[in-house]
């Protein structure tokens, strides 16, 4: 019974967290965007946000972690930071492999 409400506390917790820091995001990327800025930092805050909603409202004690993680401002940027580096790779590597395709034999 314990387990159940723990698991039911922390995804109420996990949606209450994700709303409120993915609304701080979305206002972040409208000012980026009104003044003539890319809002790609609030745009991978807000993938990171909805990863961390996701994670928290699946049970489990390490999803739990890693998903308050990802929501807090503080430790976000760790995230933040893997999913650029992540993306850069992934990028560079279907340039790599389009070029590759355009080279005559």
Request: hydrophobic share 45%; aromatic share 8%; glycine share 8%.
């Amino acid at each position: 019974m314990n387990t159940l409400l723990l698991t039911l506390l922390t995804s109420a917790i996990g949606v209450v967290m994700m709303r409120f820091e993915g609304r701080k995001a979305m206002e972040d990327a409208k000012l980026r965007t009104n003044s003539n800025m890319v809002p790609g930092t609030s745009m991978v805050d807000g993938l990171c946000i909805f990863g961390g909603g996701v994670l928290l409202i699946v049970p489990g004690f390490l999803t739990d972690i890693v998903g308050f993680t990802m929501l807090f401002p503080l430790t976000r940027p760790i995230y933040r930071f893997l999913l650029l580096k992540w993306m850069k790779k992934n990028i560079k590597k279907r340039q790599n492999h389009d070029l590759q395709a355009l080279k005559p034999e």
